[in-house]
């Protein structure tokens, strides 16, 4: 049964550190996406890539967020420093582009960030 | 206003009922739509996905697309307890150089109640 896996569920930190957060795609999959939820704003796309490449990353504060896909089986979002308007469950999701139709986007369980 | 408008809820329903779950949106460039559920805690699970206006069926669920105007359902019938959950709408539209992007609506909260 063919997951996303996203390390670490949970993570409390300080203002001020730094935070990864690390996700494996479905093997597979050319597309990955990073959201971030709250009860205010929902559902926010911060940035996604296909086959590696940033697609676009507009949704994510350029000064302190940074996506990468250093290789097919891993995507990390880092924020530096981290503030406590960051805290928020990070959801990462893959999916396989098709020739039609949308992608079928596959949900991680999340990391949940507290930032203090 | 909001590119995709979902009624937040709580939306509590005895057991058994027909659960009807709605999305208003304003761009008329989306073609795909999307039902996702998401389990307290859990990240969203897609529902069922249509294409352009019509109804689809999935066994207790049915998605309804009125393009027209800019409306989408989705109905449960004989809603369980286990389908207690968040139901977030969600619906792309191409985009010109990059593929498809995703709208996610706010999410409707259901409570099934035995």
């Known amino acids: 049964d063919a997951r996303v896996t996203q390390t670490p569920r949970h993570k409390v930190t300080e203002m001020g550190q730094e935070v990864t957060m690390r996700c494996q795609p479905i093997?597979?999959?050319?597309?990955v996406f990073w959201y971030r939820q709250t009860m205010m704003q929902g559902l926010e796309l911060l940035a996604y890539?296909?086959?590696?490449?940033?697609?676009?990353d507009s949704g994510m504060p350029k000064d302190r967020f940074s996506a990468e896909m250093p290789d097919a089986t891993l995507a990390t979002l880092k924020i530096q420093p981290s503030e406590p308007r960051d805290s928020a469950v990070y959801f990462c999701?893959?999916?396989?582009?098709?020739?039609?139709?949308?992608?079928?986007?596959?949900f991680g369980p999340g990391t949940r960030l507290t930032v203090t | 206003q909001k590119e995709v408008e979902q009624d937040p809820g709580p939306l509590s329903v005895p057991e058994g009922a027909i659960v009807s779950l709605n999305c208003t949106y304003s761009n008329s460039a989306f073609q795909y739509f999307m039902w996702y559920r998401q389990y307290s805690r859990k990240g969203p699970e897609l529902l069922m996905y249509t294409y352009s206006s019509g109804n689809k069926e999935d066994g207790r669920f049915t998605a309804q697309v009125d393009k027209s105007s800019k409306y989408i359902s989705l109905f449960i019938r004989d809603s369980q307890p286990s389908d207690s959950a968040t139901y977030l709408c969600?619906?792309?539209?191409?985009?010109?150089?990059?593929?498809?992007?995703?709208?996610f609506g706010p999410g409707t909260r259901l409570s099934v109640l035995p």
């Open positions: 999701a893959s999916g396989l582009v098709r020739p039609q139709g949308p992608y079928e986007q596959y």
């Open positions: 093997l597979g999959h050319n597309t």
């Open positions: 969600a619906m792309s539209a191409k985009e010109r150089n990059y593929g498809q992007n995703f709208v």
């Open positions: 890539f296909r086959n590696r490449a940033p697609l676009d």
